[in-house]
């Protein structure tokens, strides 16, 4: 009989070696999956677009909105820093892939809390480690040590030394042990960035002193909001109101190859730039732009770091959305976070032993980042999302996902252009402008949450267990929407 996963933190750190598989918390999504290997169903396909999800019927706001969801909006209004732009609804409860407003309202959840649920909503495993660990110990510091965050640390060592990633070439039969890594917890991703920028930073000055300070981003890029990730986050739109902001950032442009020696000098301590661009509209690196930006970047002895943020824990199919390329395009840092606990404030630094060297006591901290509570809740669901039939899974859905999308692309040429992406983080490109608003809008009144990204896309990102049915509802609703919008 299959195991669930240890609950006592000694028998969590032998999940390490020996991961069984998660049978006790599998979803309905992935009962029955076969194993990478097994021959995967060919998918029906539809031979026209859907025509059924014309008609709104969740119309926003509510004409009926009860005296919860008053009371909510309400509340928020009065004493929520008004910094978000969002619709009149109020979620309740979820459910795997759904969530209900307080109006009885069901939504198929295709956003997925911005990537970051990717075992959905209401999981009973996350819940039950929640429940657990919290009764036991919550918050100590890293005055002190604890479990947890140790075997969470090993884990995303040891996953990315067998899968690869971080320098660590894909398929070794066996776990890779050298060079080592090291892992820093946060609480967020943007303070994953800042710790890898600090990290760089450092670095920079013990290789090429006080003048090797430089930090390269790019354009559409998106690394967070606080002061030094929002500076390299080049949009002026987040930029603006708090210049000026750090100095010494020079910008360039995803996969564009000339200028490349200017931009990454000697005086460049770090590059941070996205395998794939999230918020920017769902644009993947060349892997070949990314060898020359690699070697460029270590030709100055600069340190290469990769936000894997949106993109990373599997959500392309693989641990890291670089773990497939070859070593020579791997990076010196990985930052991470909002999958790795399904909604439980986390982030992480994975940095090579050689970068991570020049840390010591004193050097960087955090009173919340690795908490027992945390990095149970992490270690839960980064072994359940890196087995191998749930991979599997995810990237049948993937396939699914893509053959409708070019399905969609062909009916409606004068409205959509290239479908973006891998795995499971897939961009619908629009053609015309204001058009990726109006989608998001139009599904979001027949019960389906999506996401822009960029100027011209509308982001998919849904729960990694998500269903071929919870696919084929979402993707009938966006052809329903475009048929609206092409008779506008």
């Known amino acids: 009989m299959l195991r669930p996963i240890p609950r006592q933190a000694h028998r969590a750190l032998k999940l390490l070696s020996s991961r069984p598989p998660l049978a006790r918390y599998a979803s309905s999504a992935a009962s029955g999956i076969h194993s990478e290997s097994s021959p995967r169903p060919v998918s029906t396909l539809p031979n026209a677009p859907s025509t059924a999800y014309t008609t709104v019927s969740h119309p926003i706001p509510d004409p009926a909105q009860s005296v919860l969801t008053r009371r909510t909006l309400e509340l928020a209004q009065k004493y929520i820093l008004p910094v978000y732009a ?3 609804i109020a979620f309740e409860h979820g459910k795997g892939s759904w969530v209900w407003d307080y109006d009885g309202r069901k939504y198929l959840d295709f956003s997925a809390g911005i990537a970051v649920n990717a075992l959905g909503h209401a999981d009973e495993g996350v819940s039950e480690v929640l429940g657990s660990q919290s009764n036991k110990l919550l918050h100590t510091s890293n005055a002190f040590y604890n479990e947890p965050a140790g075997a969470l640390a090993s884990l995303l060592v040891t996953l990315t030394q067998r899968e690869g990633g971080l320098g660590y070439p894909a398929g070794a039969t066996q776990p890779v042990s050298t060079p080592g890594a090291k892992v820093f917890f946060s609480n967020s991703g943007t303070e994953a960035n800042e710790g890898a920028l600090k990290v760089a930073r450092k670095v920079g000055k013990d290789r090429g002193g006080a003048s090797k300070t430089e930090i390269v981003c790019f354009q559409q890029s998106f690394h967070g909001r606080s002061l030094g990730a929002l500076s390299v986050t080049s949009n002026s739109k987040y930029q603006d109101p708090f210049m000026p902001l750090i100095p010494g950032v020079r910008v360039g442009k995803l996969n564009q190859y000339e200028g490349i020696e200017d931009l990454v000098n000697d005086n460049t301590c770090a590059v941070i730039v996205e395998p794939i661009q999230g918020e920017g509209g769902i644009n993947a690196a060349d892997i070949q732009w990314m060898r020359k930006l690699v070697q460029r970047t270590r030709e100055v002895g600069a340190v290469i770091i990769f936000d894997e943020i949106q993109c990373g824990l599997y959500r392309t199919g693989t641990l890291w959305a670089h773990s497939a390329w070859p070593v020579e395009c791997h990076p010196d840092i990985v930052t991470m976070a909002k999958p790795l606990a399904n909604g439980y404030p986390v982030g992480a630094v994975l940095i090579r032993d050689v970068v991570a060297e020049t840390m010591t006591a004193g050097t960087h901290g955090t009173t919340f980042g690795g908490s027992p509570l945390a990095c149970a809740v992490g270690l839960h669901v980064l072994s359940r999302l890196s087995e191998p039939e749930f991979v599997s899974h995810l990237m049948e ?29 897939v961009g619908l490109g629009l053609l015309r402008e204001g058009d990726p608003q109006r989608l998001v809008e139009l599904a979001r009144e027949r019960g389906v949450l999506l996401l822009t990204a960029g100027t011209d896309c509308v982001r998919l990102v849904p729960s990694l267990n998500v269903t071929r049915e919870e696919v084929s509802h979402a993707v009938d609703v966006i052809e329903s929407c475009l048929g609206v919008m092409g008779k506008a």
Request: glycine letters at 12%; a positive charge; charged letters at 20%.
């Open 86 to 88: 969002r619709p009149p």
């Open 397 to 425: 859905m993937s396939a699914f996902l893509l053959a409708r999308l070019e399905m969609v692309a062909g009916w409606f040429p004068k409205l959509v252009g290239e479908i973006r992406g891998r795995g499971l983080i």
